[in-house]
């Protein structure tokens, strides 16, 4: 099992911390999602059946993790909410950008990232896992449990969506296949 642990770890281990980065938008809480994962890994690969791919299986548990992560986060913020009293608008956005923000000299990939912040939690799934990991339709539809069908009008509406915020047609660049 070492061995096998240390391959996946050493394939997946940054893809896997990028994934999780887009979802929880945070360095600290994305390199401890990864170290849950590999605990899960560990835990239950004796059980992994080999019906999907190592890498949609390790994306899968990624996933779940993330998920389980931002509702505990929701459930804490609406105990502290609660105990605050009633609050107009309260904007709990994570403001701290991207590395790519960062990084990147190009508005036109900073308005595309900004554009994610205004997609729902499925499509910034599909994009990420679509064009910033490349992951198949299939690979994307075992990842998330969906439908192949599924995927593909989510991904249609979130290239939609990125589209109208950035309030330019010459994002078809992006294929939706």
């Given at each position: 099992?070492?061995?096998?642990?240390?391959?996946?770890?050493?394939?997946?281990?940054?893809?896997?911390?990028?994934?999780?980065?887009?979802?929880?938008?945070?360095r600290e809480t994305a390199e401890e999602l990864v170290?849950?994962?590999?605990?899960?890994?560990?835990?239950?690969?004796?059980?992994?059946?080999?019906?999907?791919?190592?890498?949609?299986?390790?994306?899968?548990?990624?996933?779940?993790?993330?998920?389980?992560?931002?509702?505990?986060?929701?459930?804490?913020?609406?105990?502290?909410?609660?105990?605050?009293?009633?609050?107009?608008?309260?904007?709990?956005?994570?403001?701290?950008?991207?590395?790519?923000?960062?990084?990147?000299?190009?508005?036109?990939?900073?308005?595309?990232?900004?554009?994610?912040?205004?997609?729902?939690?499925?499509?910034?799934?599909?994009?990420?896992?679509?064009?910033?990991?490349?992951?198949?339709?299939?690979?994307?539809?075992?990842?998330?449990?969906w439908t192949e069908s599924k995927v593909k009008t989510?991904?249609?509406?979130?290239?939609?969506?990125?589209?109208?915020?950035?309030?330019?047609?010459?994002?078809?660049?992006?294929?939706?296949?």
């Amino acid at each position: 099992m070492e061995s096998t642990f240390d391959r996946l770890y050493e394939t997946y281990h940054q893809s896997l911390f990028q994934y999780l980065f887009y979802m929880v938008r945070s360095r600290e809480t994305a390199e401890e999602l990864v170290q849950e994962v590999y605990i899960k890994v560990l835990q239950s690969y004796t059980t992994f059946e080999g019906k999907s791919s190592e890498k949609t299986w390790l994306y899968s548990i990624a996933r779940n993790v993330a998920i389980d992560w931002i509702r505990k986060q929701n459930r804490q913020k609406r105990k502290w909410l609660g105990l605050l009293g009633p609050i107009e608008k309260v904007d709990i956005r994570d403001p701290a950008p991207l590395p790519e923000e960062i990084v990147t000299q190009s508005d036109e990939l900073r308005l595309i990232y900004k554009g994610l912040e205004q997609c729902s939690t499925d499509q910034r799934q599909v994009i990420v896992l679509r064009y910033v990991q490349s992951l198949t339709i299939t690979e994307t539809a075992q990842v998330l449990g969906w439908t192949e069908s599924k995927v593909k009008t989510t991904t249609h509406r979130a290239i939609k969506a990125l589209k109208d915020y950035v309030g330019q047609p010459s994002l078809g660049a992006v294929k939706e296949g």
